[in-house]
C-alpha cells in the first residue's frame, strides 16, 4: 500500500502570504502520494465584515445564511482554493482545485435545526473516492475547500478541520493514510502562551482532561476531535503542528494516538 498525506492548512498560514507561499513551495517537494485541504475563517470573517454581513460563530463553526454561504464560496472556492491550485502549478505540483460538489466527491447532510439553526452547515454523509484515486494514482495532487454538497443543487458550508479527517478515513481503504493539521503553533499547548510546552502525545485517555482543565480550547477543540475520529478510524498516523514537522525531523509536535 502506498502511503497518502492529508495535508490541512488553516487560517494564520493562508492569511500570510510569505508563510503561505513558503509552505507551498516545501509541500510541492513531497513526492508520495497528497492531498492539501484549506481552510480561510479568517478571511471570510474580514470580508463579511466589509460587506456589512453579521458573523456568528458558535463553538467554531459559522452560522451560515444564504448571505453568508454566497461569500464563503467566493473565498474559499474562488479566491484562495485558484490561489493555491495556481502557485502549486508554479512549483511543478500538478494541484486541481475542488469542492466536495466536484466529482460528487463529498455529500453532506444540511446539519438538523435542534436548539441552534446552523443555517447552511453539512455534516458528511459520504466520501466518493475513484476519482480522487486516480488523480492521485497519476500524480494529480487534490486542493480541497470547505464546501460541501447535498447531491440535491445545495453547497453548504463544512469545517476544514472535519473534510481533512473524513478524506483520511475514506482514503485509508485504498492508502496506508496520515493526517497534519498545520496551524501556526508548534503543537498543542500545555500553556497557550508558551510555544514550548508542546504536548508530546494525546491519547484517548488523556484527551477529556485536556478539556476539563481547558488546556484544549476554542478552535483546538473541533481539530482534536477530528484527530480522535481519525486514528479511531483506520488512519495510520495523525499530528498537529507547525507546517515544519513534515519537513525537519527535528521539529516538535503533537502526536494524536489512539
Ligand atoms: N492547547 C492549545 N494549544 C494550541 N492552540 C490552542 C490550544 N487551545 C486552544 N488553542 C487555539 O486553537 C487555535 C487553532 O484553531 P483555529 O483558530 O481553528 O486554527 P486553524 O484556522 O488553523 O484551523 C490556536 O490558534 C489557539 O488559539
Ligand atoms: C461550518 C464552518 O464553521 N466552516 C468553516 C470553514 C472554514 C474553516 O474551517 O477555516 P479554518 O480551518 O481556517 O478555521 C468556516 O466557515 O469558518
Redesign the pocket.
Given at each position: 500500500m502506498k502511503t497518502l498525506k492529508v495535508i490541512?492548512?488553516?487560517?494564520?498560514?493562508?492569511d500570510n502570504e510569505d508563510v503561505l507561499q513558503a509552505f507551498l513551495k516545501d509541500f510541492s517537494t513531497i513526492e508520495e502520494p497528497k492531498l492539501l485541504v484549506h481552510?480561510g475563517?479568517?478571511l471570510a470573517t474580514k470580508l463579511a465584515n466589509q460587506m456589512q454581513v453579521e458573523v456568528k460563530m458558535i463553538d467554531?463553526r459559522r452560522i451560515t445564511d444564504a448571505e453568508t454561504l454566497d461569500i464563503i464560496t467566493m473565498v474559499y472556492a474562488g479566491k484562495i482554493n485558484k490561489n493555491i491550485v495556481a502557485q502549486l502549478q508554479a512549483n511543478n505540483c500538478n494541484a486541481i482545485g475542488f469542492s466536495g460538489a466536484d466529482g460528487n466527491t463529498i455529500v453532506s447532510d444540511k446539519r438538523p435545526v435542534k436548539t441552534i439553526d446552523y443555517g447552511f452547515v453539512g455534516d458528511v454523509k459520504q466520501v466518493n473516492t475513484t476519482t480522487l484515486e486516480l488523480l492521485l494514482e497519476n500524480d494529480a495532487t487534490p486542493v480541497f475547500c470547505a464546501i460541501t454538497h447535498d447531491k440535491n443543487g445545495q453547497l453548504l458550508n463544512t469545517n476544514?478541520?472535519t473534510i481533512a479527517s473524513e478524506l483520511a478515513i475514506s482514503l485509508s481503504q485504498i492508502f496506508k493514510t496520515e493526517l497534519y493539521?498545520?496551524?501556526?503553533?508548534n503543537?498543542?499547548?500545555?500553556?497557550?502562551n508558551d510555544d514550548h510546552s508542546v504536548?508530546e502525545s494525546i491519547t484517548s485517555k488523556s484527551v477529556q482532561q485536556?478539556i476539563d482543565n481547558?488546556?484544549?480550547?476554542?478552535?483546538?477543540?473541533?481539530?482534536i476531535n477530528n484527530c480522535m475520529h481519525a486514528v479511531n478510524h483506520n488512519v495510520q498516523k495523525v499530528c498537529?503542528g507547525k507546517p515544519e514537522m513534515l519537513f525537519d525531523k527535528n521539529s516538535t509536535y503533537?502526536t494524536i494516538l489512539k
Amino acid at each position: 500500500m502506498k502511503t497518502l498525506k492529508v495535508i490541512k492548512i488553516g487560517g494564520n498560514i493562508i492569511d500570510n502570504e510569505d508563510v503561505l507561499q513558503a509552505f507551498l513551495k516545501d509541500f510541492s517537494t513531497i513526492e508520495e502520494p497528497k492531498l492539501l485541504v484549506h481552510g480561510g475563517g479568517k478571511l471570510a470573517t474580514k470580508l463579511a465584515n466589509q460587506m456589512q454581513v453579521e458573523v456568528k460563530m458558535i463553538d467554531g463553526r459559522r452560522i451560515t445564511d444564504a448571505e453568508t454561504l454566497d461569500i464563503i464560496t467566493m473565498v474559499y472556492a474562488g479566491k484562495i482554493n485558484k490561489n493555491i491550485v495556481a502557485q502549486l502549478q508554479a512549483n511543478n505540483c500538478n494541484a486541481i482545485g475542488f469542492s466536495g460538489a466536484d466529482g460528487n466527491t463529498i455529500v453532506s447532510d444540511k446539519r438538523p435545526v435542534k436548539t441552534i439553526d446552523y443555517g447552511f452547515v453539512g455534516d458528511v454523509k459520504q466520501v466518493n473516492t475513484t476519482t480522487l484515486e486516480l488523480l492521485l494514482e497519476n500524480d494529480a495532487t487534490p486542493v480541497f475547500c470547505a464546501i460541501t454538497h447535498d447531491k440535491n443543487g445545495q453547497l453548504l458550508n463544512t469545517n476544514a478541520d472535519t473534510i481533512a479527517s473524513e478524506l483520511a478515513i475514506s482514503l485509508s481503504q485504498i492508502f496506508k493514510t496520515e493526517l497534519y493539521y498545520c496551524f501556526e503553533k508548534n503543537g498543542v499547548l500545555k500553556d497557550i502562551n508558551d510555544d514550548h510546552s508542546v504536548i508530546e502525545s494525546i491519547t484517548s485517555k488523556s484527551v477529556q482532561q485536556l478539556i476539563d482543565n481547558q488546556i484544549i480550547s476554542e478552535g483546538m477543540l473541533p481539530k482534536i476531535n477530528n484527530c480522535m475520529h481519525a486514528v479511531n478510524h483506520n488512519v495510520q498516523k495523525v499530528c498537529i503542528g507547525k507546517p515544519e514537522m513534515l519537513f525537519d525531523k527535528n521539529s516538535t509536535y503533537t502526536t494524536i494516538l489512539k
